[in-house]
């Protein structure tokens, strides 16, 4: 879609950041009340009916003209994609035993970087040789295999209790959910940097794609491959810090991740030429999945599994809000003080943000290893 508005509508920042808060700006509103639907719904029929209805909705896209009818479309698929998230969490935890959890966790991570590698640059080759409408048929039919696969599953879990159902109940547990997050301090804070590294982030994500058509010179298999570049530094991050996740707290991982954010900002706005713009987006996913990965391994491995619903729903709130917040500033200020300097000043931003978490942690958070976390981090 930012491939169209951008190298076939010539869209302005502005349009194609209205896309993407009309997908990003439901599930911050939605995705924490869903999760405590998911916790006491059928999963396995949730994220069938939602791989379903997706379906539709992708299929709409190709008779959309103009970023009115997308940003419709976008506000509903949200919304549906507000509810398979924490139902495929709940899902994970049920189905797979509680020693091959991380195991999963990090497959399932793998697995999502490399599409995240292939499919951008797939994306770009298939739009310049065939135009979007092949990308909608193609993710159409993603859903509905998709479907198919959750089928045949097996997801049993214990049945909630008629009386649990209620209004007053359901806002209880609304209440209870968010309140674990919160008074637990190795989640909270790491909850809390992820939702600062996306505010930051995404106040220039959308502006990539102009930035590659007007100061690159390139079109959109340019903007294919150079997004691709995030899942490669994905993969290579994610292989780094399973080696290093023993070695200390989590929420020094998560700071070296919010620098690394930084840094690929600032190479995105100190040099203009191709091959910086690929390091660039390459350090970025690098970055990422040393923020990432700390903070759903925690979410896994220390929820109660009646709350996974609701925490994990929390957590994708956390970081759609930071993100519309972010979007929302983007396009007014590459418009006012230019693309590049807004990659300039997230970097600053991030770069003084991971400095001064670790100061803050120097005295508060004690060098302790994965088995003590818990312990040291839990009031």
């Known amino acids: ?174 209440l209870a959910g968010n309140k674990f997050i919160f008074t637990h301090a190795g989640l909270a804070f790491v909850f809390i940097a992820m939702a600062v590294a996306m505010f930051v982030l995404s106040s220039f994500s959308p502006l990539i794609s102009i930035y590659i058509r007007d100061s690159l010179h390139a079109g959109s298999f340019m903007f294919g491959a150079i997004s691709a570049m995030v899942g490669v530094g994905m993969i290579v991050g994610t292989q780094l810090i399973t080696r290093l996740s023993g070695s200390g707290p989590k929420s020094y991982v998560v700071l070296v991740g919010l620098f690394l954010l930084g840094l690929g900002a600032g190479l995105l706005g100190a040099f203009r030429n191709t091959p910086m713009a690929a390091l660039s987006t390459f350090t970025m996913g690098f970055g990422i999945a040393f923020v990432w990965i700390p903070a759903q391994t925690m979410s896994q491995q220390e929820t109660p599994p009646p709350m996974v619903g609701r925490v994990s729903s929390t957590f994708m709130s956390l970081i759609a809000v930071s993100q519309v917040f972010g979007l929302l500033l983007s396009g007014y200020l590459a418009q006012k003080l230019g693309i590049r300097a807004v990659f300039l000043t997230c970097a600053g931003v991030l770069g003084a943000i991971s400095l001064a978490g670790h100061f803050l942690m120097r005295g508060r958070i004690p060098h302790t290893s994965g088995a003590d976390v818990q312990a040291n981090a839990t009031p």
């Open 1 to 174: 879609m930012i491939s169209l508005i951008t190298f076939r509508w010539h869209g302005t920042p502005v349009q194609v950041t209205t896309v993407t808060i009309a997908f990003v700006l439901p599930m911050a509103i939605i995705s924490p009340i869903a999760g405590v639907f998911v916790d006491h719904l059928n999963v396995k029929r949730l994220m069938i009916a939602s791989d379903l209805i997706r379906a539709v909705l992708i299929l709409m896209l190709v008779f959309t003209h103009n970023v009115m009818q997308i940003s419709a479309i976008f506000v509903a698929l949200s919304s549906v994609s507000s509810f398979f998230a924490p139902a495929q969490s709940v899902t994970l935890r049920v189905i797979v035993p509680q020693e091959g959890l991380l195991a999963a966790n990090a497959m399932m991570m793998q697995a999502f970087y490399i599409v995240r590698l292939l499919s951008p640059a797939a994306a770009g080759a298939l739009v310049a040789w065939l135009t979007e409408k092949s990308c909608f048929y193609l993710d159409v039919a993603s859903f509905i295999f998709s479907a198919a696969m959750i089928s045949s599953l097996a997801v049993i879990r214990p049945a909630r209790s008629e009386a649990e159902k209620t209004v007053k109940s359901l806002a209880q547990d609304f």
